[in-house]
């Protein structure tokens, strides 16, 4: 449940302290038990909703969910009505093992509600009745306050009355990568969510300092309870494939049941038959024309899809996604932790005496510093020396190795400082064990730097280290290579200009010589003046490397990557530069610029856009559904709780699985278990390979239904028997279709795969050519079963001897056009683009073991009435399915010479 007070003029962060307090009609002491109680009672607890868990019943419906499969159900329905049992038991098994094989291949229900619900802590401090008590998350209501430290995550929406060098992470909220400086003053009320420096946000973690702040919100209507409820109110999107294969089912099921009833009419009204076997007859033409295992294969082709990705740290969590991502036209990526390390660090030292570049990334203490592009010793430079020191005596973060990574302990900022010092040759825990740390003044938004008095050896040391803009303020010396000189307060304002235009966050550092003997710190002390300035340190959260090549992949697939990030447009639009997004120059569109275009005007910007900074989880949502409404398939990709709504409905979501929440990889269908933009471009080059042999499966499976129908139909036109039952179509359709079908799903990559532009979703799968080549292959297969059959019963042999040898023949054809469909890139006659993988061999060798299982074993012929056909009959049939090849070859010949076209 929700718990707020009645809405209010203005917003949380543009009111007083003491503005808040009465409006919630408490005090800073908090509310008595009595008071917290009844609130409690009156809006319930601190807790989001549950959300809605889809049933079992509902999963497995969803399998059988499907025009086609409903129209097997109404025949099995037919057959059992007719007293045939038989073909009852074989129609329904082929449901059921559809259904079974999607079952077990979908992935979880969705939790994100759930994975949101488990950011919030279990307990916290509150002041309850003047005194400090741990109470329940749950328990809070409006009114009460809640005291903050470092390590603790906020537990409800607060109005901070009380912040000390308070800093808190909202990475997962804004997506910026350092902690938000916190104050307890009120701000504009317009301010977007990362700069409300007045607020601490339900599910943030406190980086540092201390804090009391007065509930404002809990439950559902805090920040975190409102993306939550953007999420649950989110409509998933059908796949692209999904849609495509719903159109041609609807399509292919009224051209069957149309063609099925005609054929039940004629059959009864002109050939005479009995109702019952005109019935049966239209149920032979449905079993023949439905492509039953075409389900199964689909199904188990996504399959393949997922165990090749998930080779390659790509874990898909919804089977349809695998498809969908060969479709993706545009990304929109999430900056911090996606497209950058997440890890602050240092890239630019600037002293008197020089400008520093260091190499390395995140918080690993390797690299070197560069000067004028060359690596060079840093004690061979003093000033830089000297800054590298103060960077980590100046400092209360500590920097550990786990395993493979390296552990900021304390805030990333800090953490990028110690490393860069020990680049620069500084022992981190020598330097502060020789330089002892007496007395120190916090950072504060306030005065906006932190201080330290440090012994050095007899003499006392102050650091100061702080925001540029204040440290040069307090300054009126500058540090050089000959010692100090007067300040050239200019040089360096246009020095801390020119590191903010590459996105990069700027510390500046000084210090002086204290008292010999002195132990205390004051602000006095600071602004006494004699503060040299040592210079500059410029850091950013760096971009990937591998993210770079990833986007240059995507570019050259005609994907379009755009960043979508709640972080600062300078440092967004520094990093697309150097991610190589967009063309040319790359300017920034915030959140504030998006909410003053309408629909219209957002849509005509998105094409020359490529950098969507300051946004909030609306606008990210927002501009998912207005690429989508200009008709792209959008990926989104992002780690943090703001961006589970776009995942949701994005076409396909991208979660990052290292450093992502449980709530973006929940909303998500697919997970980065590296963290690494560059295996999106993997997952798309596999989506595309998965697409191609969906492709060659539909194919190969329609001309195949559509010769066993057309058989069918043509005896009930010439008056003649069927030259195959029911059930023994059914046989064919399941048996070839899931292992010769099968075979296309390990397929590798056509060529250029990764080079073609992405399709258009909106295209219809059963194109032109497809059509033309089932009519024709159709017809080649219903002469080539008719000729068999006719030849065997003028033979003088028994009905059931001559049906079995059709059924072989039809086989024979059927793997004959799977050679046939892997040449359509070759040219006529050349059979040197035969690929024959190990799947295909495997599943020819199972078909050929099934048919002399078929023709051959009791049981099986009981089954299907079958009988024993002589071994040169089955050599005529392998004739036959040469013969198919080298007229499909001719045919290919003639329309390259016609038309100019060698696609099969």
């Not at 409006?23 to 319930?44: D, H, I, K, P």
């Not at 003997?517 to 490397?545: K, N, Q, W, Y």
């Amino acid at each position: 449940m929700q718990d707020r007070p009645a809405a209010a003029e203005r917003p949380w962060h543009a009111e007083t302290a003491a503005a808040a307090l009465e409006r919630c009609r408490a005090s800073a002491q908090g509310l008595t038990s009595a008071e917290a109680a009844q609130r409690l009672e009156a809006n319930g607890p601190n807790r989001l909703p549950a959300g809605k868990r889809r049933s079992l019943a509902a999963r497995l419906f969803a399998q059988v969910n499907n025009l086609l499969i409903y129209v097997l159900l109404a025949s099995a329905l037919i057959a059992f009505l007719l007293g045939h049992g038989v073909d009852t038991v074989v129609i329904l098994g082929v449901v059921v093992i559809n259904a079974t094989i999607g079952f077990i291949q979908e992935g979880r229900a969705e939790k994100a509600l759930d994975a949101i619900r488990g950011m919030l802590t279990r307990e916290t401090s509150v002041m309850r009745d003047g005194r400090r008590l741990t109470v329940p998350v749950e328990s809070l209501v409006v009114g009460d306050v809640v005291l903050t430290e470092a390590g603790d995550r906020i537990p409800a929406d607060l109005r901070l009355l009380r912040a000390s060098s308070l800093r808190i992470e909202e990475a997962v909220l804004t997506g910026e990568s350092a902690p938000a400086d916190k104050a307890t003053e009120p701000v504009a009320a317009d301010a977007p969510l990362g700069d409300r420096a007045s607020i601490a946000y339900s599910g943030t973690l406190v980086a540092g300092g201390q804090g009391a702040g007065l509930v404002i919100a809990t439950g559902a209507a805090t920040e975190l309870g409102r993306i939550s409820a953007m999420v649950g109110g989110v409509e998933s999107l059908t796949t692209p494939l999904l849609r495509q294969m719903d159109a041609f089912a609807r399509r292919l099921t009224i051209v069957i049941l149309a063609v099925a009833a005609c054929v039940c009419a004629f059959a009864a009204l002109v050939r005479g038959y009995e109702i019952e076997h005109a019935f049966m007859a239209a149920v032979g033409v449905a079993v023949a024309a439905i492509p039953e295992g075409l389900p199964a294969v689909m199904t188990i082709t996504l399959a393949i899809g997922v165990r090749r990705m998930a080779e390659r740290n790509a874990i898909i969590r919804r089977l349809p996604a695998v498809e969908t991502l060969g479709a993706v036209s545009t990304i929109c990526s999430d900056k911090t932790g996606t497209l950058t390390l997440n890890q602050m660090t240092a890239e630019a030292v600037l002293t008197a005496s020089g400008v520093f570049a260091a190499t390395g990334a995140g918080y690993e203490p390797r690299g070197a510093l560069l000067l004028d592009g060359v690596a060079t010793e840093p004690s061979a430079h003093p000033a830089l020396g000297e800054i590298a020191l103060a960077a980590v005596l100046c400092n209360d973060a500590s920097l550990r190795q786990a395993d493979s990574d390296w552990i900021v302990d304390g805030d990333p900022m800090e953490g990028a400082l110690i490393a860069l010092g020990i680049k620069a040759g500084v022992d981190a825990e020598a330097a502060r064990r020789d330089f002892p740390r007496l007395a120190e003044i916090p950072f504060d938004a306030r005065h906006r730097f932190m201080a330290t008095l440090n012994r050095a050896g007899a003499d006392r040391l102050i650091i100061v280290k702080g925001a540029p803009e204040r440290v040069l303020e307090l300054c009126d010396r500058q540090r050089s290579a000959s010692g100090d000189e007067p300040l050239d307060a200019a040089m360096w304002r246009g020095a801390i200009d020119s590191l903010a235009a590459k996105g990069q966050r700027v510390i500046a550092f000084a210090s002086k010589r204290a008292a010999p003997g002195a132990t205390s710190l004051s602000f006095a002390d600071i602004e006494s003046g004699g503060l040299s300035l040592l210079g500059l340190v410029g850091l950013i959260d760096p971009p990937r490397p591998e993210a770079v090549r990833a986007i240059a992949d995507c570019r050259a697939a005609g994907i379009d990557v755009k960043m979508i990030t709640g972080d600062h447009a300078s440092t967004a639009a520094a990093i697309a530069r150097q991610l190589g997004l967009g063309d040319g120059s790359v300017d920034a569109l915030t959140g504030r610029a998006i909410d003053a275009m309408d629909d219209v005007a957002l849509r005509a910007a998105l094409p020359t856009t490529a950098v969507f900074a300051r946004t909030s989880p609306e606008h990210k949502l927002r501009l998912v559904e207005a690429l989508q409404a200009d008709g792209a398939v959008v990926s989104m990709t992002g780690d943090g709780v703001n961006d589970a709504p776009a995942l949701k409905r994005a076409d396909v979501g991208v979660a990052m699985g290292r450093k992502g929440t449980e709530a973006a990889k929940e909303a998500a269908e697919m997970v980065l278990a590296d963290d690494n933009f560059a295996t999106i471009a993997a997952a798309v080059r596999e989506g595309r390979i998965v697409y191609d042999n969906l492709v060659k499966v539909l194919g190969w499976t329609l001309p195949t239904n559509g010769g066993q129908a057309m058989a069918i139909v043509a005896a009930i036109l010439a008056g003649v028997t069927l030259p195959m039952t029911p059930a023994q179509i059914l046989w064919v359709n399941m048996v070839t279709g899931v292992t010769l079908g099968l075979a296309f799903a390990f397929d590798p990559a056509e060529p250029g795969v990764m080079r073609r532009p992405p399709r258009d979703p909106r295209a219809p799968i059963l194109s032109g050519h497809l059509v033309w080549r089932t009519a024709l292959v159709s017809a080649l297969f219903c002469v080539v079963v008719f000729a068999v059959f006719f030849w065997a019963l003028r033979r003088g042999e028994e009905l059931e001897h001559a049906q079995t040898f059709a059924v072989n023949a039809m086989v024979g054809l059927e793997i004959a056009y799977l050679f046939s469909v892997r040449l359509r890139h070759s040219a006529p006659f050349d059979f040197r683009a035969i690929r024959v993988t190990p799947a295909l061999a495997i599943g020819i060798a199972a078909v050929v073991l099934l048919q002399i299982a078929f023709t051959y074993l009791p049981p099986l012929e009981f089954l299907y009435d079958t009988r024993p056909i002589d071994w040169p009959d089955m050599g005529v049939a392998a004739l036959a399915a040469i013969g198919l090849i080298l007229v499909l070859e001719l045919e290919k010949a003639i329309r390259i010479g016609l038309f100019g076209s060698g696609r099969a």
